[in-house]
Structures are given as C-alpha cells and as structure tokens.
C-alpha cells in the first residue's frame, strides 16, 4: 500500500507501528468531503476547529513511545481519535482525554464501529491528565503548550514516556520525548522533530 510506504520512506521501521497503520482506516475518521485525502500525508480539518495530525506525526509519536503489549497508555487531545486507534493496536489499555464532548462522541462511536473496545474516551480537561485511571505507562499529548503540564508527570510511572509537542501555541512547536526517572528526579529528555500542533486549551469546552 502506497501509505505505508511513505510512513517507510519517511523513517518508520518499527514493524508493530506500521502494521497498527495498515489496520487503522484513516478515511472512517476524517469528514467525508475530505476522504480523498485521507492517506495523503497531510492533516485536515475536524469539527470544532480542530484538525486530525498528519499521518507521519502520528507514527512518529507512536513509534517514539516504545509501547509494550501489557501497556497501559494516555493521550490528551482525542480529536478525531485516529490516534487512539493506533495506539489501541500497540497497547492493552488506551485512555483518551478531549474537552470538546462533540469530538468526543463522534471519536468513540468510530472506535466502537472498528470494535476497539480496549479505549476509553473521557471529557475533561487534559491539562489534569485523567487521575481515576492514573499510572500509566506511556502519555502522548496531541495538542501544543509552552510547557507540559505537571500533573501528567504525576501520572506517569517510573520508567514511562512521555511524548509531547512543546512550543508556541500558533507556530512551530518541538516534539520532545520525556524518559521519568525514579520519583522526583527531573525527566530526561529528547528532541525529536518540529510540528505543528493545535494549542492545548486548558478547561473543559463550554458548548461543544
Ligand atoms: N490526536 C488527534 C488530533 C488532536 S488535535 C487525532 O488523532 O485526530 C488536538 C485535540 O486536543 C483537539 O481535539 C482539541 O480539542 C484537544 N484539546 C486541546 N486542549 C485540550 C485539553 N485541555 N484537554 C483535552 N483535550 C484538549
């Protein structure tokens, strides 16, 4: 399939991360007047402002998290929930955080329609994490602050990674890689590649 191999020419090797690619239909979870475009390597526009990443950013992330079978995984920022979906395939459990309920609703009813009943999608306010289902063994934030919020830091497990764009708001962020050490001691970090990412808005959305 011409996707994957992009995702290959672009760098992607970890063959579990390809497969979860070729498993997820990307065309179920962007709107139909941009299914054309679904396996082009480009995001695009979702409901409520918010945009599906680019495929390679996704399996970047994915790939940069090292997830295990027996793993229990969070990501902030549900959006679409293409990016649940992957992680699904890599993971036993997989969390999902989006403050916009519509989104929400429409994301569960897709992971639901693929029978990927290992996600749980919650509205609140991702900056807080999601502390009922606190620790977890990888964290992917999908959406841009200037900083990480520290509550997620308190919910990863010594060893875990955590995987998150860093930057300005609007403009070009850096995707860094966290590695926690025991409690207390600093993470370590990595640089891994400039992207582009919707701001992380902190409160959950009024209306929507
Ligand atoms: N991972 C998504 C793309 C995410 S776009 C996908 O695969 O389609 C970023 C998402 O983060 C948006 O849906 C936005 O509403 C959500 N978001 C922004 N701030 C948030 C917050 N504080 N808590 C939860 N979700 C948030």
């Known amino acids: 399939m011409q996707f994957l191999l992009a995702m290959r020419r672009r760098g992607i090797h970890d063959l579990r991360v390809l497969r979860a690619l070729e498993l997820v239909p990307r065309d179920r979870f962007v709107e139909r007047e941009h299914a054309e475009h679904a396996y082009a390597d480009q995001a695009l526009p979702i409901d409520c402002g918010q945009t599906i990443s680019q ?10 998290l090292q997830i295990e079978p027996s793993h229990k995984v969070l990501e902030i920022g549900t959006g679409s929930g293409y990016q649940a979906a992957i992680l699904a395939h890599l993971a036993a459990q997989v969390v999902t955080v989006e403050r916009y309920r519509t989104l929400a609703e429409e994301a569960e009813r897709r992971l639901r329609d693929l029978d990927l ?13 999601a502390p009922e289902h606190a620790p977890f063994d990888r964290i992917v934030v999908t959406a841009a602050a200037a900083e990480v919020p520290p509550a997620l830091f308190g919910q990863l497990a010594p060893g875990g990674i955590l995987v ?4 300005p708001a609007s403009g070009v962020q850096s995707l ?7 409690e207390g001691a600093p993470p ?3 640089e891994l590649l400039s992207v582009r ?3 992380l ?3 959950k959305a009024a209306a929507l």
């Open 197 to 199: 990412f919707v701001p």
């Open 176 to 182: 860094y890689r966290y590695r926690k050490r025991e």
């Open 188 to 190: 370590e970090r990595d």
């Open 201 to 203: 808005v902190p409160g």
């Open 55 to 64: 495929p390679y950013v996704v399996a970047a992330m994915t790939e940069a």
């Open 117 to 129: 009943d290992n996600v749980t999608v919650v509205v609140a306010d991702g900056t807080l994490g």
């Open 164 to 167: 998150a764009p860093v930057g």
